[in-house]
Protein backbone atom coordinates (compact mmCIF):
# COMPACT_ATOMS: atom_id res chain seq x y z
CA UNK A 1 0.00 0.00 0.00
CA UNK A 2 1.41 3.37 -1.19
CA UNK A 3 2.52 6.12 1.57
CA UNK A 4 1.78 9.01 1.44
CA UNK A 5 3.80 12.39 2.93
CA UNK A 6 1.90 14.39 4.38
CA UNK A 7 5.15 16.99 4.98
CA UNK A 8 7.07 18.50 2.26
CA UNK A 9 10.36 19.30 2.63
CA UNK A 10 9.83 22.73 3.03
CA UNK A 11 7.96 21.72 6.11
CA UNK A 12 10.62 19.36 7.36
CA UNK A 13 13.17 22.14 7.18
CA UNK A 14 10.99 24.71 8.78
CA UNK A 15 10.44 22.41 11.98
CA UNK A 16 13.85 21.64 12.29
CA UNK A 17 14.42 25.23 12.36
CA UNK A 18 11.82 25.86 14.71
CA UNK A 19 13.33 23.12 17.14
CA UNK A 20 16.67 24.85 16.74
CA UNK A 21 15.64 28.30 17.51
CA UNK A 22 13.81 27.11 20.30
CA UNK A 23 16.15 24.92 22.20
CA UNK A 24 18.66 27.84 21.79
CA UNK A 25 15.99 29.79 22.83
CA UNK A 26 15.45 27.47 26.24
CA UNK A 27 19.30 27.62 26.59
CA UNK A 28 19.65 31.13 26.74
CA UNK A 29 16.87 31.21 29.69
CA UNK A 30 18.48 28.01 32.03
CA UNK A 31 21.81 29.15 31.08
CA UNK A 32 21.81 32.44 33.68
CA UNK A 33 19.62 30.01 36.12
CA UNK A 34 22.23 27.60 36.53
CA UNK A 35 25.22 29.59 36.52
CA UNK A 36 23.79 31.50 39.64
CA UNK A 37 23.55 27.89 40.84
CA UNK A 38 26.92 27.23 40.12
CA UNK A 39 28.22 30.37 41.90
CA UNK A 40 25.66 29.61 44.82
CA UNK A 41 27.79 26.52 45.66
CA UNK A 42 31.21 27.52 44.64
CA UNK A 43 33.88 28.64 46.63
CA UNK A 44 34.86 32.67 46.46
CA UNK A 45 38.57 32.00 45.26
CA UNK A 46 37.29 29.80 42.12
CA UNK A 47 34.29 32.47 41.59
CA UNK A 48 36.79 35.81 41.71
CA UNK A 49 39.45 33.88 39.81
CA UNK A 50 36.65 33.55 36.93
CA UNK A 51 36.56 29.22 36.96
CA UNK A 52 33.05 28.92 37.22
CA UNK A 53 31.01 29.04 33.75
CA UNK A 54 29.09 26.29 34.15
CA UNK A 55 29.67 23.92 36.71
CA UNK A 56 30.23 24.64 40.34
CA UNK A 57 33.86 24.47 41.46
CA UNK A 58 35.19 23.72 44.98
CA UNK A 59 31.61 22.76 46.02
CA UNK A 60 30.85 24.40 49.35
CA UNK A 61 27.81 25.87 51.14
CA UNK A 62 29.25 28.59 52.97
CA UNK A 63 27.76 31.35 51.38
CA UNK A 64 24.31 29.76 52.23
CA UNK A 65 24.99 29.42 55.96
CA UNK A 66 26.17 33.43 56.06
CA UNK A 67 22.93 34.46 54.50
CA UNK A 68 20.97 31.81 56.81
CA UNK A 69 23.13 33.21 59.68
CA UNK A 70 21.78 36.46 59.01
CA UNK A 71 18.61 37.90 60.90
CA UNK A 72 17.63 40.47 58.66
CA UNK A 73 17.61 37.89 55.94
CA UNK A 74 14.76 35.88 57.72
CA UNK A 75 12.75 39.12 58.89
CA UNK A 76 12.94 40.20 54.90
CA UNK A 77 11.82 36.62 54.26
CA UNK A 78 9.03 36.49 57.13
CA UNK A 79 7.55 39.99 55.02
CA UNK A 80 7.88 38.64 51.72
CA UNK A 81 5.46 36.21 52.39
CA UNK A 82 3.06 38.66 54.26
CA UNK A 83 3.26 40.92 51.20
CA UNK A 84 2.55 38.27 48.81
CA UNK A 85 -0.38 35.96 50.44
CA UNK A 86 -1.57 38.73 52.42
CA UNK A 87 -1.94 40.93 49.32
CA UNK A 88 -3.01 38.13 47.17
CA UNK A 89 -5.83 37.48 49.47
CA UNK A 90 -6.69 41.11 49.72
CA UNK A 91 -6.56 41.68 45.77
CA UNK A 92 -8.64 38.08 45.29
CA UNK A 93 -10.95 39.65 47.62
CA UNK A 94 -11.55 42.73 45.59
CA UNK A 95 -11.29 42.10 42.22
CA UNK A 96 -13.48 38.83 42.17
CA UNK A 97 -16.73 41.10 43.31
CA UNK A 98 -15.58 43.84 40.94
CA UNK A 99 -15.31 41.42 38.06
CA UNK A 100 -18.29 39.49 38.69
CA UNK A 101 -20.27 42.80 39.04
CA UNK A 102 -18.77 43.91 35.36
CA UNK A 103 -19.57 40.82 33.65
CA UNK A 104 -23.59 41.47 34.66
CA UNK A 105 -25.39 43.37 31.91
CA UNK A 106 -27.94 44.41 34.37
CA UNK A 107 -25.20 46.64 35.65
CA UNK A 108 -26.37 49.96 35.78
CA UNK A 109 -23.56 52.33 34.16
CA UNK A 110 -21.87 48.58 33.25
CA UNK A 111 -20.43 50.43 29.69
CA UNK A 112 -19.09 53.37 32.23
CA UNK A 113 -17.34 51.46 34.42
CA UNK A 114 -15.68 49.15 31.92
CA UNK A 115 -14.60 51.84 29.67
CA UNK A 116 -12.72 53.36 32.71
CA UNK A 117 -11.20 50.29 34.14
CA UNK A 118 -9.76 49.84 30.66
CA UNK A 119 -8.53 52.85 30.30
CA UNK A 120 -6.50 52.81 33.24
CA UNK A 121 -3.79 49.90 31.39
CA UNK A 122 -3.28 52.87 28.48
CA UNK A 123 -2.76 55.56 30.90
CA UNK A 124 -2.47 56.31 34.94
CA UNK A 125 -1.78 59.05 36.55
CA UNK A 126 1.52 58.74 37.56
CA UNK A 127 4.74 58.09 40.27
CA UNK A 128 4.25 61.09 42.25
CA UNK A 129 0.37 61.39 42.43
CA UNK A 130 0.54 57.82 43.68
CA UNK A 131 3.11 58.56 45.84
CA UNK A 132 1.36 61.55 47.79
CA UNK A 133 -1.52 59.74 47.61
CA UNK A 134 -0.53 57.13 49.73
CA UNK A 135 1.01 59.87 52.10
CA UNK A 136 -2.10 61.47 52.02
CA UNK A 137 -3.74 58.14 53.42
CA UNK A 138 -0.95 57.71 56.03
CA UNK A 139 0.24 54.54 54.35
CA UNK A 140 3.83 55.44 53.82
CA UNK A 141 6.23 52.72 55.78
CA UNK A 142 3.09 50.66 56.28
CA UNK A 143 2.90 47.14 55.78
CA UNK A 144 -1.31 47.39 55.37
CA UNK A 145 -0.17 50.26 52.51
CA UNK A 146 2.14 47.67 50.71
CA UNK A 147 -0.66 45.48 50.54
CA UNK A 148 -3.83 47.67 49.89
CA UNK A 149 -1.96 50.16 47.53
CA UNK A 150 -1.23 47.45 44.86
CA UNK A 151 -4.73 45.21 45.38
CA UNK A 152 -6.69 45.78 42.43
CA UNK A 153 -5.14 45.53 38.40
CA UNK A 154 -6.87 46.64 35.76
CA UNK A 155 -5.60 43.53 33.59
CA UNK A 156 -6.74 41.18 35.87
CA UNK A 157 -10.04 42.10 36.86
CA UNK A 158 -10.80 42.74 33.10
CA UNK A 159 -9.65 39.11 32.64
CA UNK A 160 -11.74 37.69 35.41
CA UNK A 161 -14.88 39.26 33.72
CA UNK A 162 -14.28 37.89 30.56
CA UNK A 163 -14.40 33.99 31.95
CA UNK A 164 -17.10 35.00 34.34
CA UNK A 165 -19.54 36.03 31.21
CA UNK A 166 -18.35 33.01 29.37
CA UNK A 167 -20.37 30.89 32.24
CA UNK A 168 -23.19 29.12 30.43
CA UNK A 169 -26.65 31.38 31.23
CA UNK A 170 -28.17 28.13 32.51
CA UNK A 171 -26.35 27.63 35.77
CA UNK A 172 -27.16 31.04 36.58
CA UNK A 173 -30.75 30.51 35.51
CA UNK A 174 -30.83 27.54 37.41
CA UNK A 175 -29.44 28.62 40.72
CA UNK A 176 -31.82 31.59 40.51
CA UNK A 177 -34.96 29.26 39.97
CA UNK A 178 -33.85 27.72 43.52
CA UNK A 179 -33.22 31.11 44.97
CA UNK A 180 -29.64 31.68 45.16
CA UNK A 181 -28.83 35.45 45.88
CA UNK A 182 -26.29 37.14 44.06
CA UNK A 183 -23.48 36.13 46.41
CA UNK A 184 -24.93 32.73 46.83
CA UNK A 185 -25.04 33.43 42.56
CA UNK A 186 -20.76 34.29 43.13
CA UNK A 187 -19.94 31.97 45.81
CA UNK A 188 -21.13 28.26 44.54
CA UNK A 189 -21.38 29.39 41.41
CA UNK A 190 -19.13 31.58 39.55
CA UNK A 191 -16.53 30.97 41.81
CA UNK A 192 -15.75 26.88 41.57
CA UNK A 193 -16.84 27.13 37.37
CA UNK A 194 -14.53 29.93 36.94
CA UNK A 195 -11.37 28.28 39.45
CA UNK A 196 -8.64 27.98 36.31
CA UNK A 197 -8.91 32.00 35.51
CA UNK A 198 -8.79 32.77 39.57
CA UNK A 199 -5.54 30.70 40.08
CA UNK A 200 -3.66 32.20 37.07
CA UNK A 201 -4.75 35.36 38.22
CA UNK A 202 -3.61 34.69 41.78
CA UNK A 203 -0.24 33.76 39.78
CA UNK A 204 -0.01 36.98 38.69
CA UNK A 205 -0.60 38.41 41.76
CA UNK A 206 1.59 36.19 43.88
CA UNK A 207 4.87 36.15 40.73
CA UNK A 208 4.63 40.32 41.01
CA UNK A 209 4.05 40.93 44.90
CA UNK A 210 7.23 38.11 45.45
CA UNK A 211 9.47 40.34 42.84
CA UNK A 212 8.54 43.76 44.06
CA UNK A 213 11.17 46.00 44.63
CA UNK A 214 10.82 49.49 43.57
CA UNK A 215 7.24 50.99 45.54
CA UNK A 216 8.83 48.82 48.45
CA UNK A 217 11.74 50.27 48.36
CA UNK A 218 10.28 54.10 48.05
CA UNK A 219 7.12 53.61 50.57
CA UNK A 220 9.07 51.63 53.57
CA UNK A 221 11.76 53.09 55.59
CA UNK A 222 12.05 50.54 58.58
CA UNK A 223 14.52 47.96 58.10
CA UNK A 224 11.68 45.54 60.04
CA UNK A 225 9.31 46.32 57.16
CA UNK A 226 11.48 46.04 53.98
CA UNK A 227 10.83 42.68 51.74
CA UNK A 228 13.36 40.22 50.27
CA UNK A 229 14.11 42.18 47.14
CA UNK A 230 15.16 45.49 48.91
CA UNK A 231 16.89 43.56 51.49
CA UNK A 232 19.13 41.86 48.33
CA UNK A 233 19.53 45.73 47.13
CA UNK A 234 20.66 46.78 50.45
CA UNK A 235 22.70 43.71 51.05
CA UNK A 236 24.73 44.49 47.51
CA UNK A 237 25.24 48.27 48.17
CA UNK A 238 26.62 47.39 52.19
CA UNK A 239 28.34 44.31 50.96
CA UNK A 240 30.47 46.65 48.46
CA UNK A 241 30.92 49.08 50.85
CA UNK A 242 31.59 46.89 54.08
CA UNK A 243 35.57 46.99 54.84
CA UNK A 244 34.48 44.39 57.50
CA UNK A 245 32.76 42.36 55.20
CA UNK A 246 36.11 42.34 52.27
CA UNK A 247 38.88 41.79 55.10
CA UNK A 248 36.58 38.63 56.14
CA UNK A 249 36.89 37.15 52.48
CA UNK A 250 40.58 36.53 52.97
CA UNK A 251 39.83 33.50 55.33
CA UNK A 252 36.48 32.91 54.70
CA UNK A 253 35.27 30.30 51.85
CA UNK A 254 32.96 32.70 50.31
CA UNK A 255 32.93 35.59 48.61
CA UNK A 256 30.10 38.75 47.46
CA UNK A 257 29.00 37.32 44.25
CA UNK A 258 28.55 33.89 46.13
CA UNK A 259 26.73 35.07 48.88
CA UNK A 260 24.29 37.46 46.27
CA UNK A 261 23.66 34.38 44.52
CA UNK A 262 22.84 32.46 47.56
CA UNK A 263 20.15 34.83 48.66
CA UNK A 264 19.33 35.05 44.76
CA UNK A 265 18.30 30.97 44.73
CA UNK A 266 16.94 31.15 48.11
CA UNK A 267 14.54 33.96 46.99
CA UNK A 268 13.12 32.30 43.98
CA UNK A 269 12.23 28.83 45.91
CA UNK A 270 8.83 29.20 47.08
CA UNK A 271 8.11 30.61 43.56
CA UNK A 272 9.28 27.41 42.13
CA UNK A 273 7.24 24.86 43.89
CA UNK A 274 3.86 26.72 43.83
CA UNK A 275 4.46 27.07 39.61
CA UNK A 276 3.55 23.52 39.22
CA UNK A 277 0.75 23.32 40.94
CA UNK A 278 -0.85 26.05 39.72
CA UNK A 279 -0.01 25.51 35.80
CA UNK A 280 -2.34 22.66 35.32
CA UNK A 281 -4.64 25.88 35.93
CA UNK A 282 -2.78 28.63 33.46
CA UNK A 283 -3.16 27.46 29.88
CA UNK A 284 -7.20 27.47 31.21
CA UNK A 285 -7.17 30.65 32.60
CA UNK A 286 -5.35 32.41 29.57
CA UNK A 287 -7.47 30.90 27.01
CA UNK A 288 -10.57 32.44 27.59
CA UNK A 289 -14.35 32.06 25.83
CA UNK A 290 -13.44 28.67 25.18
CA UNK A 291 -16.96 27.49 27.13
CA UNK A 292 -19.81 27.88 25.20
CA UNK A 293 -23.37 27.35 26.14
Known sequence: MKSFNLYSRGDKIFGWANAILLSLFVLSTLYPFIYVVAVS?????????????????????????????????????GNTFIYTFGGTFMS???????????????????????????????????????????????????RFGIII?????AFNVILLRNFFEAVPKSFEEAAKMDGASELQLLWKVFIP?????????????????????????????????????????????????????????????????TVTSAIMIASIIPVLIIYPYAQKYFTKGILLGGVKE
Request: with cysteine.
Open 149 to 153: GFAAS
Open 41 to 77: ISSGAAVTAGRVTLWPVDVTLAAYEHVLSDRMFWIAY
Open 193 to 257: LSKPAIVTVALFCIVSRWNGYFWAMVLLRGEEKIPLQVYLKRVIVDLNSNDEFASSLLTAHYSFE
Open 92 to 142: LLIMIPGAYALSRKRLRGRTFFNIAIAFTLWFHAGMIPFFLNMRDLGLLDS
